[in-house]
C-alpha cells in the first residue's frame, strides 16, 4: 500500500526545536521528489519546503528560509523537517506530500494524514 | 511570489448542481496549475493536474479548464461526497502558492 506517515509534532515553545519525519511506503522513495506543506488552523494550505529524489536540490517558502531544513534519507525511505527558531505563527497541520512528476512539475498526486505543531508559551 | 485568488470563498449548492469555482493568477503561470479537495480532518487530494488533467480515479464529473491567468474548476452535477473545500496551486515556478479554497456548502 502506497502510504506516507508523518510523526514528530506536538506543543514547543516559542524559540525551541522540533524535527519532523515522514517514512513512505510502497513507492520508490528515492525517485520521487517531495515536498512539506503546512495549514494553520482554520486556514489554507501553504507550501513550506521541497527536496528533489537525491536531495540534491532543496527549496524553502520566504517564511520559513533560514529558520527550517528539509533533508531526507533514502535508504530509510524518510523525509525529515528540521524546525527551528519556532514561532506561534508556525502553529500548523504539517502534510509531507509526493511530487507526482519531480521538481519540474511540482504538484501532488499522495500526501500523508498530518502532523500537528503547536507553538505557545 | 505568484498570488492566487479563488471566487467564491463559499459557495451553497444543491445536489445535482453544476459549480463552477475561479481561480486566478496574478501573473500568467501557462498551464500549471492543480486542483485539490479536501474534507475537514483529512489531507488534501488531488482532482486535475496541467489546469484540464483529470486525475486518475478521479469522477469525471470533475474537469478543469483555462491558461494564462484565469482557470475553473467545473463539477457537473454535485454529489453528496463533493461538499469540500477546494483548492488551486500554481507550479509556474518552485516557490508553490495555494488559493485560499473555495468550501462547497449544502444549500
Known amino acids: 500500500e502506497v502510504q506516507l506517515l508523518e510523526s514528530g509534532g506536538g506543543l514547543v515553545q516559542p524559540g525551541g526545536s522540533l524535527r519532523l519525519s515522514c517514512a513512505a511506503s510502497?513507492?520508490?522513495?528515492?525517485?520521487?521528489?517531495m515536498s512539506w506543506v503546512r495549514q494553520a488552523p482554520g486556514k489554507g494550505l501553504e507550501w513550506v519546503s521541497g527536496?528533489?529524489?537525491?536531495?540534491?536540490?532543496?527549496y524553502y517558502a520566504d517564511s520559513v528560509k533560514g529558520r527550517f531544513t528539509i533533508s531526507r534519507d533514502n535508504s530509510k525511505n524518510t523525509l525529515y523537517l528540521q524546525m527551528n527558531s519556532l514561532r506561534a505563527e508556525d502553529t500548523a497541520v504539517y502534510y509531507c506530500a509526493k511530487l507526482k512528476r519531480g521538481v519540474n512539475e511540482p504538484y501532488f498526486d499522495m500526501w500523508g494524514q498530518g502532523t500537528k505543531v503547536t507553538v505557545s508559551s | 511570489d505568484i498570488q492566487m485568488t479563488q471566487s467564491p470563498s463559499t459557495l451553497s449548492a444543491s445536489v445535482g448542481d453544476r459549480v463552477t469555482i475561479t481561480c486566478r493568477a496574478s501573473q500568467s503561470i501557462s498551464s500549471w496549475l492543480a486542483w485539490y479537495q479536501q474534507k475537514p480532518g483529512k489531507a488534501p487530494k488531488l482532482l486535475i493536474y496541467?489546469?484540464?488533467s483529470l486525475e486518475s480515479g478521479v469522477p469525471s464529473r470533475f474537469s478543469g479548464s483555462g491558461s494564462g491567468t484565469e482557470f475553473t474548476l467545473t463539477i457537473s452535477s454535485l454529489q453528496p461526497d463533493d461538499f469540500a473545500t477546494y483548492y488551486c496551486?500554481?507550479?509556474?515556478?518552485?516557490?508553490?502558492?495555494f488559493g485560499q479554497g473555495t468550501k462547497v456548502e449544502i444549500k
Open positions: 496541467k489546469a484540464s
Open positions: 496551486q500554481q507550479y509556474n515556478s518552485y516557490f508553490l502558492t
Open positions: 527536496i528533489s529524489g537525491s536531495g540534491g536540490g532543496t
Open positions: 510502497g513507492f520508490t522513495f528515492a525517485g520521487s521528489a
